[in-house]
């Protein structure tokens, strides 16, 4: 079975500043990454993924992530953050065993932009 | 256009009632899910439908019964509302693989009293 930890249950940050928001896994099959954002009252969507090939994955607003298979991990990173980040942040893993697939979600990363 | 669909968007009920959500997507997908987001913001699958057919079906208490009429819709009905139902629900759909991306609903805000 797999399984996501997401380690910052919040993480503030002034504007403009870089930010970092970590997502450790384990998984006995290989696995597909994913972080999704969630704005204030709205469903998740997704900032990037990563199913194969180069480990740096660039997504949507300036984001993107590593895939470290050797630590397990991969991290969401924004070298100069707005505002309008302010959301919460889901890790999420997807792995395929012979009673189908699921996708795990970690708890959420809350990243609170200050100005 | 909106691609998932959920209504209604609040739900405010008192223990023991019976409620339906309704979800629909038009992207053409052939997987549908439930998902329950407590107070903490925790994300939990509830259920899974392809093309109509159950395929994943948590540990959830069977108050809860989705039903898909076809591949665009899966709405979810629940029995004899408790407290601790008073959550988040969202409704999603991908393309079958595990490697698609998943797209979210809007959420139904439920609220038991």
């Known amino acids: 079975a797999q399984s996501v930890t997401q380690l910052d249950s919040q993480v503030p940050v002034f504007e403009e500043a870089p930010v970092e928001l970590r997502c450790n896994y384990s998984?006995?099959?290989?696995?597909?990454l994913f972080w999704y954002v969630q704005y204030p009252n709205q469903g998740l969507q997704l900032l990037l993924k990563?199913?194969?090939?180069?480990?740096l994955v660039k997504g949507i607003n300036g984001f993107e992530a590593e895939f470290n298979k050797s630590q397990t991990s991969f991290h969401l990173r924004k070298p100069s953050v707005h505002i309008s980040d302010t959301a919460e942040y889901f890790c999420?893993?997807?792995?395929?065993?012979?009673?189908?697939?699921?996708?795990?979600f970690g708890a959420g990363t809350r990243l609170f932009v200050k100005a | 256009d909106t691609a998932v669909s959920q209504t209604p968007k609040y739900l405010v009920t008192q223990m023991g009632n019976d409620k339906s959500i309704k979800c629909e997507q038009n992207?053409?997908?052939?997987?549908m899910y439930w998902y329950k987001q407590d107070s903490k913001k925790f994300l939990k699958i509830m259920f899974s439908?392809?093309?109509?057919?159950?395929?994943i079906n948590e540990t959830v208490p069977n108050r809860f019964s989705p039903k898909s009429p076809d591949k665009a819709h899966l709405n979810l009905h629940i029995n004899s509302l408790e407290l601790g139902d008073s959550a988040v629900y969202f409704c999603?759909?991908?393309?079958?693989?595990?490697?698609?991306?998943?797209?979210f609903g809007p959420g139904t805000r439920l609220t038991v009293l």
């Open positions: 998984s006995s099959v290989s696995v597909y």
């Open positions: 439908y392809n093309n109509k057919e159950l395929i």
């Open positions: 999420a893993v997807s792995a395929g065993n012979t009673g189908g697939f699921k996708t795990i």
């Open positions: 990563y199913l194969s090939g180069s480990t």
């Open positions: 999603a759909s991908s393309q079958v693989s595990y490697t698609d991306t998943q797209y």
């Open positions: 992207l053409g997908h052939d997987t």
